[in-house]
């Protein structure tokens, strides 16, 4: 899982990136210079596709959590119609006002003498035209993971790249259609994804189906506030560039702007991998929230947070240890060179504190603290490194340019760590502070039980202690010998038929007592099976079928089952 959410929100990057190394390798400075200045209006459509992706997320991770089945088919399919609907809308403005957008860029005035500004608006408008197969595509993926099509989803993103590159080397060999082309193969490489994730997500039997008549407006409000904190992030994301290429102009001219560019390239290839980890951690604080559970939440942040530490030491690394071959790969002007290498070594100092930063802002999206997000959002990628820019600028010129990320980046975490202090209802900077839930959140823990059975014999164990653990809460003998049926029966059916491909498999039990209701999830990671469908669909067949399951559907008062992140989700309300 973690995976292909790292993947997908690499490949946006890895495609900008291949832009820019052949924008910079085969069109020269100027087209580079254009590429620079025309990638904050990129980076706006790649917010509001992520906004919808954000509040897909979160509200699909909520509907998922309680079963709700029309929700998740009304949210994916107003989530299309409205990446649909502002796609179309920014496509018009660009062509309606090319020229207003280029100098609000910083391209400069349009004259004989500034032949950015006409590179830059050629660049957009070549963009703009497969601004619709962009923004499809990337509201598609998260839609992909939480269906299982993992894998699907890595050999389409895989696809993405590959086609980018051929149609950008057709474009300089063969069409000739110079950055417009460049732009246009950049949008159209994304069509690949979209053609395999149509055939996959719209298949029979899959967990979302589209249907216009589900296309509601009151769910499309929705998306947008749950989505807005995105939405200010990658506004600011591309509100600092704008800044930046300002300052750098006055600062270092043009040629500054283009080794901006380089910079920038990588990155955001760097960030991606934040993006990607942070992906995850949005979906699960998300369902485990609307689960109620406490403790999956915390350790769900603290497998977030230790993976991001590990990854970004080895990116840190590399990045420093590889510095001038990869600024190198993009251009070959001495000058612009010099000022990438300072550049790309100074910005490795902020990606341990942005991925801290990141991680907590998008936990705080997933349990609703929509308000606090935004806050984050805005002061981590716009205001306090904007300040940065302009206040060491004035003292180290380009250099103070490029230390504003990390530190604003280290003003952001400290301004949230005292934010923390003051109110976190338990003392110091533990996980348990920074995860501000109320006291009262979730189910009390001695009313809980959580189990995770790897191997055959723990079943009947494992049957056996749930039994033990009703008695010692008061919970009827009839009420408990059903829940240890229903645990045996559906532990031994998973290991019978899931646990056969030699891969690493686990089932996770948990057993929920509140007040008059008693709850129980089973989830595996084993292929895709929906016993609640399997038993209606052979009613008719020998009753000794796959008895087991049989006795639980009847013993149950209600039985919910679906797929989601590739995991199966039983559960039973006794």
């Not at 979160?58 to 990446?83: E, N, P, Y």
């Not at 008549?213 to 704008?242: D, H, M, W, Y």
């Not at 080895?314 to 070959?332: A, E, H, S, Y």
């Not at 308000?371 to 250099?399: D, E, H, P, R």
Request: proline share 2%; with cysteine.
């Amino acid at each position: 899982m973690l995976l292909a959410q790292i993947l997908s929100a690499m490949t946006v990057t890895i495609c900008m990136l291949i832009n820019s190394v052949m924008i910079g390798r085969f069109l020269g400075i100027n087209n580079m210079s254009a590429y620079g200045y025309g990638a904050p209006l990129l980076l706006v459509f790649t917010a509001l596709s992520n906004m919808i992706c954000a509040g897909s997320q979160v509200l699909c991770g909520r509907t998922l959590g309680i079963g709700d089945k029309t929700g998740t088919d009304s949210c994916f399919s107003t989530a299309i119609m409205l990446a649909l609907l502002l796609s179309f809308t920014g496509t018009a403005i660009v062509f309606i006002f090319p020229d207003q957008i280029c100098i609000l860029l910083g391209a400069g005035p349009k004259s004989p003498d500034n032949p950015v500004f006409e590179l830059t608006k050629d660049y957009l408008q070549g963009f703009s035209i497969g601004a619709s197969a962009f923004m499809v595509q990337q509201t598609l993926v998260p839609y992909m993971q939480m269906a299982g099509g993992r894998k699907r989803l890595v050999v389409a993103l895989g696809l993405t790249t590959v086609c980018n590159i051929i149609f950008n080397l057709l474009n300089v060999f063969v069409f000739k259609m110079g950055i417009f082309g460049m732009g246009l193969a950049y949008a159209l490489s994304y069509c690949i994804a979209i053609i395999i994730f149509v055939d996959y997500l719209f298949r029979k039997n899959k967990l979302f189906y589209f249907k216009i008549s589900l296309v509601k407006i009151q769910i499309c409000f929705q998306l947008i506030k749950e989505g807005t904190p995105i939405l200010a992030n990658q506004i600011c994301l591309a509100l600092l560039p704008l800044l930046c290429n300002r300052l750098l102009t006055v600062y270092g001219g043009t040629v500054s702007v283009a080794a901006y560019s380089v910079i920038s390239s990588v990155g955001n290839l760097c960030y991606s991998l934040s993006v990607g980890i942070n992906g995850v951690s949005l979906s699960l604080s998300s369902m485990f929230f609307a689960d109620k559970d406490k403790k999956s939440l915390k350790e769900s942040m603290r497998i977030i947070f230790l993976y991001s530490l590990i990854i970004y030491i080895v990116v840190d690394l590399i990045t420093l240890t590889i510095t001038k071959p990869i600024v190198i790969l993009f251009i070959n002007d001495i000058s612009a060179m010099d000022i990438a290498i300072t550049g790309l070594r100074l910005l490795t100092l902020s990606f341990i504190p942005c991925v801290f930063n990141s991680a907590i802002k998008n936990y705080y999206q997933g349990i609703g603290h929509n308000k606090l997000t935004m806050i984050i959002c805005i002061m981590q990628n716009f205001v306090t490194k904007g300040l940065c820019a302009v206040i060491l600028s004035q003292f180290w010129g380009i250099t103070g340019i490029w230390l504003c990320f990390a530190a604003g980046e280290i003003v952001t975490s400290l301004l949230l760590c005292i934010y923390v202090s003051i109110k976190s209802i338990k003392p110091g900077f533990s996980l348990d502070s920074f995860l501000l839930l109320n006291f009262d959140f979730g189910i009390n823990e001695n009313n809980c039980y959580d189990r995770s059975i790897t191997k055959a014999e723990e079943v009947v164990k494992t049957s056996e202690s749930a039994l033990d653990f009703c008695f010692d809460r008061g919970i009827d003998k009839k009420t408990g010998m059903y829940i240890a049926l229903a645990i045996e029966e559906i532990g031994n059916n998973i290991f019978a038929y899931g646990f056969t491909d030699n891969r690493t498999h686990n089932i996770d039990i948990r057993l929920v007592i509140k007040e008059e209701i008693t709850f129980l999830r089973i989830r595996d990671n084993c292929q895709s099976f929906d016993p609640v469908k399997y038993v209606e669909l052979h009613q008719n067949d020998d009753p000794v079928s796959h008895i087991g399951i049989r006795m639980v559907m009847k013993i149950v008062k209600e039985a919910r089952y679906e797929n989601s992140f590739g995991l199966n989700n039983l559960s039973l309300l006794l």
